[in-house]
């Protein structure tokens, strides 16, 4: 008897950047190479292909999981119909505070380019990218966990739960829309859908260590 495999489908395609922001610094320091130590946000910037959305995820830890089980959290930071609506603030700006002086945070660097897609493979869903245009020095990719090609399973968090512990104050909570909150029942996670990748300030968990998505639904190189 075979066993039956369980069904798939492609939720979504397009195209993925890895960004990082460098942390702040005195206003005439001299603008280093991007280096781990020095990342002050980790975003991933997602384009779908054949929509004219994008949206901007932060990732907690400042780098992607690895390994077997290991899980980051991640919030849907912003979503938007135009680039500048959703990466509009990550270019260079400068400010003076009363104790440290003349500030500047330097401008988003692009890590690298690639495809992704959101694949739902029976009762979960996987987040698989693919990059094709590395920017960055490959001991920064190494230190971010950015590889060549990688695949995580990837759940909602119920804004309507308990907040877990250390989590920043969330724009998404109890308040949220009737079918946001339905879509969990009273289940604290829900496989990532589209509609739920679109609600600004919701929080993600990629986790690491299974990959089964078939290879033919994973995004390919140009």
Not at 19 to 36: G, I, K, Q, S
Not at 55 to 81: I, K, Y
Not at 94 to 107: I, L, M, S
Not at 169 to 194: C, H, Q, S, Y
Request: aromatic residues 8%; charged residues 30%; glycine residues 6%.
């Amino acid at each position: 008897m075979t066993e039956e495999r369980a069904p798939v489908e492609v939720l979504e395609q397009g195209e993925i950047a890895f960004l990082a922001t460098p942390r702040v610094r005195p206003r005439n320091a001299r603008t280093e190479p991007p280096h781990p130590r020095e990342v002050q946000h980790f975003y991933l910037l997602l384009s779908p292909h054949g929509k004219p959305l994008y949206r901007r995820v932060r990732v907690g830890r400042n780098r992607l999981p690895e390994g077997a089980r290991q899980r980051f959290w991640a919030c849907v930071d912003r979503v938007g119909d135009s680039i500048e609506e959703v990466a509009g603030d990550l270019g260079e700006h400068e400010y003076d505070t009363k104790t440290r002086g003349p500030r500047r945070q330097p401008p988003a660097r692009a890590l690298a380019e690639g495809t992704y897609a959101l694949v739902r493979h029976g009762d979960h869903v996987h987040f698989t990218y693919r990059v094709h245009d590395p920017c960055a020095p490959p001991e920064v990719l190494r230190a971010l966990r950015i590889e060549r090609h990688a695949d995580y399973v990837v759940a909602a968090f119920n804004p309507a739960a308990p907040p877990r512990l250390g989590a920043p104050d969330r724009r998404l909570d109890e308040d949220a829309p009737d079918w946001i909150v339905a879509k969990f029942g009273k289940n604290r996670f829900a496989p990532l859908d589209l509609d739920l990748f679109d609600a600004r300030g919701l929080e993600i968990v990629l986790m690491s260590g299974r990959h089964d998505v078939p290879a033919e639904s994973a995004p390919r190189s140009p």
